[in-house]
């Protein structure tokens, strides 16, 4: 059956429930999955809550804050002042590295010291890797901000651009570095505090759904092709739609290829970026790390690159995690791949400490993030931008973490998103 709509979403996650949760009320949301919120959505087992790797809100706003706390009982609620460390050698520093040399090894100390006062900055930097030792100097860079950040993004990060990771990025200066060994309090962090629901990121995802009509929102159908010209987008079940305007807010990798077109197709080849496997753990008792919300591991011996504990940030008696591994765009994860890293986690979180000859692994959940963690270089960011503002001209608007193909938080990818709604309802 062929359907007329003034907005075609494409996706309910964040993005494009946002975007209709603010619309005019002509909309049809378009989700390939059985449930909504995308990469928000919350998994729960037993008694464990898990989301899909740590998802927690950094408002930096008060409009979206207000939204949510509104419409949850304030128990539910957990405010957290961030206590994230690093595993370096063994031993736990503080995060991020950069401002808490001091908490290093006397030598390694003045190894970074001694580099971070010798460095040589530059007016512009080629890329990512040299921005960090442009910045920091060789040894933070060879001790930790190398080893994290490939194993994180699975790529040369000579290939990234300078501002790969935009504001996320803990930047310091030498006053800045020198007044945290003073103060030992960091001020480099977009995220200090940050809050969590007890029923998962997901439940926030559900306010956002309960405030529309669920009868615009298709679930279990995908768009797989896309005429331009003539404003068309047809399913998988053959069926087409007739937009007005369409808002994508699935991978622009995968939206590239709806479109018919050398031009469509070029730019999806060049498109970078990383998959994230993601283990989620519930165990039968409490780790010895009691205090600690997540953990970054450099360290290539081991096999995550990031870890976190659920139960320290709620509260709860029993520890569950959420372990990040990075892949390369060109990695298949095969089922082998994913029990030969179930095993190998486990091993290793056994090696660092984290879990003892007692602890037992009672419930668990895989999930693959694919793309993850898009890699933002200036070229692709160049063509990206043009494809955007031509199809613009089309009523094409592409939003969202990977619609937008960016580095962005969810409120980012709320307030975009509502923007967007506002200025195509009020023009
Ligand atoms: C490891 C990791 C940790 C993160 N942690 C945080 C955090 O702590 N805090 C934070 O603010 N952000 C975090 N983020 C970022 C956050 O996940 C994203 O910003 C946000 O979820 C993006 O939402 P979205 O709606 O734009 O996209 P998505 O969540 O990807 O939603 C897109 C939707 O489109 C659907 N879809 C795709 N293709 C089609 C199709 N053809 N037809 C129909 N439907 C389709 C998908 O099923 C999905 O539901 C993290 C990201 C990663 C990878």
């Not at 690159?305 to 959420?322: P, Q, T, V």
Request: proline share 2%.
């Amino acid at each position: 059956m062929d359907r007329n709509v003034k907005y075609l979403i494409i996706g309910a996650g964040i993005s494009g429930l946002t975007f209709a949760n603010y619309a005019d009320g002509d909309y049809l949301i378009i989700e390939k999955e059985k449930e909504v919120g995308g990469y928000c959505r919350t998994i729960k087992k037993k008694d464990y809550v898990w989301d899909y790797a740590g998802h927690f809100f950094h408002f930096s706003t008060d409009e979206f804050k207000k939204k949510f706390l509104d419409s949850v009982n304030p128990e539910d609620i957990k405010y957290k002042d961030k206590n994230t460390k690093i595993i370096y050698k063994g031993e736990l520093v503080d995060y991020p590295f950069q401002t808490n040399i001091h908490q290093l090894e006397k030598e390694e100390f003045i190894d970074c010291l001694y580099d971070l006062f010798h460095k040589e900055e530059k007016e512009d930097y080629d890329s990512f890797l040299d921005m960090l030792y442009g910045k920091f100097g060789k040894s933070i860079v060879e001790k930790f901000l190398k080893p994290y950040n490939e194993k994180l993004y699975a790529v040369d990060l000579k290939t990234l651009d300078k501002d790969a990771m935009g504001r996320f990025f803990p930047y310091a200066d030498i006053p800045a570095i020198i007044d945290n060994m003073k103060a030992n309090k960091d001020s480099t962090s977009y995220n200090n505090s940050f809050l969590y629901p007890r029923n998962g990121a997901g439940s926030f995802i559900q306010i956002l759904y309960d405030a529309l009509d669920s009868s615009k929102i298709l679930m279990e159908h995908e768009v797989v092709k896309i005429d331009n010209e003539h404003k068309v987008a047809q399913l998988d079940d053959g069926s087409k739609i007739n937009y007005e305007y369409l808002i994508n807010t699935s991978p622009l990798n995968h939206f590239l290829g709806y479109f018919e077109g050398e031009k469509f197709s070029a730019l999806k080849n060049r498109l970078s970026y990383n998959k994230v496997l993601v283990f989620n753990l519930g165990f039968n008792k409490k780790s010895k790390f009691t205090e600690e919300h997540w953990m970054y591991i450099p360290d290539k011996a081991v096999n995550f690159y990031r870890i976190g504990f659920y139960d320290n940030i709620l509260d709860a008696d029993k520890l569950s995690m959420y372990i990040e591994i990075g892949y390369g765009k060109e990695d298949e994860i095969t089922e082998q791949d994913v029990e030969m890293q179930l095993k190998l986690t486990l091993e290793n979180l056994h090696k660092l400490g984290i879990i003892d000859d007692d602890t037992k692994l009672e419930e668990h959940s895989t999930i693959i993030m694919d793309p993850a963690y898009v890699h933002i270089n200036t070229e692709t960011e160049k063509m990206v931008q043009q494809f955007k503002a031509e199809e613009e001209k089309n009523g094409i608007y592409t939003i969202g973490r990977y619609g937008a193909w960016t580095y962005c938080s969810m409120e980012d990818c709320m307030i975009a998103a509502r923007d967007l709604a506002m200025s195509l309802c009020q023009g």
